[in-house]
């Protein structure tokens, strides 16, 4: 069974770089046509994709998050990261990095499209 955990800190400051990682287990992140996401839901809002890296290291961004979002992995730990740079109090939000197979360009960036999920990750900016 596939599992996925979110780590990184729960607090960062305003105008620092945001980092987080999921660790995977019971499956591996280079399997052939999986895809890796990082989505956010911001207190009382619906769930916003963030970004995918591929299986073979290739990444998408949200259009929106483009210039301030980075996603890289560690085939060796099985790990993937989000950085998130320039952050304000208006990405407080719960974090979550999920996996799925199968994905197209038209179906990476629905959160609905991915079946394993982590838990989530609460972070919070201060000013």
């Known amino acids: 069974q596939v599992q996925l955990q979110e780590s990184g800190p729960g607090l960062v400051t305003t105008s620092q770089t945001l980092s987080l990682t999921c660790t995977v287990s019971?499956?591996?992140?280079?399997?052939?046509?999986?895809?890796w996401s990082w989505i956010r839901q911001p207190p009382g809002k619906g769930l916003e994709w963030m970004g995918t890296i591929s299986y073979s290291g290739r990444t998408f961004y949200n259009p929106s998050l483009k210039s301030r979002t980075s996603i890289s992995r560690d085939t060796s730990k099985n790990q993937f990261t989000l950085q998130l740079s320039s952050v304000s109090p208006e990405d407080r939000a719960v974090y979550y990095c999920?996996?799925?197979?199968?994905?197209?360009?038209?179906?990476?960036?629905?959160?609905?499209?991915?079946?394993?999920r982590g838990q989530g990750t609460q972070v919070t900016v201060s000013s």
């Open positions: 999920a996996g799925g197979n199968g994905l197209t360009m038209s179906t990476i960036s629905k959160a609905d499209k991915y079946v394993y």
């Open positions: 019971g499956g591996s992140i280079t399997t052939s046509y999986s895809y």
